[in-house]
């Protein structure tokens, strides 16, 4: 092995910390641009020539980067999971020892989570949005457990039927009619949805 080819086969892979940021930027900008053409024109009408397009990039790099449309889909519900609720409301839910300042806190977290969220699930994914769904609610549960430890659930109501009203009232599709088809301003839904879920579960 002559010196020349010893020093070559040492060398190490060349890594830019300049190319590597420019890379998260692209990425970053593509799913943006895909969350904001999912909410307005959905899912299943969005190409991957529109992402492309809104994010200022070729087709061939939102390939590149994600595969496919799907992908761009799936990495927008991974990055959505690995976020998560805010800390501080999840902390200050888990501490409120007030019924109705409990429910304000479960109405902000539903505006908090639709605000962030990608609106349409593609069947592709249907298994993770049935992980988010069975987990809200085991969250609807705990709450309805809670109310019920209180004393203070409507008498005329079942534990099952307290938290099916839970889970219908903060769904999605209730943001969506009021604040994407109705254009309620989420402080307006926020606010409806707390007053909504103490009128429907507490006792007067």
């Not at 060398?11 to 307005?40: K, M, N, V």
């Not at 429910?103 to 993770?128: D, H, K, T, W």
Request: aromatic residues 6%; proline residues 4%; charged residues 25%.
């Amino acid at each position: 092995m002559t010196e020349q080819h010893g020093r070559a086969s040492a060398r190490r892979p060349y890594h830019s910390p300049a190319r590597q940021r420019q890379a998260e930027q692209t990425r970053a900008g593509i799913l943006a641009a895909a969350r904001d053409l999912f909410r307005s024109a959905g899912y299943a009408a969005t190409t991957i020539d529109a992402i492309a397009s809104s994010a200022q990039v070729s087709a061939k790099t939102v390939e590149a980067v994600f595969g496919s449309k799907r992908g761009v889909l799936a990495a927008l519900v991974d990055l959505l999971a690995a976020v998560g609720p805010p800390h501080d409301l999840v902390d200050r839910l888990r501490a409120a020892t007030d019924p109705r300042q409990r429910l304000r806190l479960v109405a902000e977290l539903s505006r908090r989570a639709y605000e962030a969220s990608v609106p349409v699930i593609a069947p592709e994914i249907a298994a993770a949005a049935d992980q988010v769904e069975s987990r809200r609610r085991g969250n609807q549960t705990r709450l309805v457990a809670y109310l019920q430890e209180r004393g203070c659930l409507r008498g005329d109501l079942s534990p099952e039927e307290a938290i099916d009203i839970v889970w219908a009232l903060t769904s999605y599709d209730v943001y969506r009619a009021l604040v994407t088809e109705r254009h309620w301003l989420a402080d307006r839904y926020q606010d409806w949805l707390a007053d909504t879920l103490a009128d429907s579960l507490l006792r007067p």
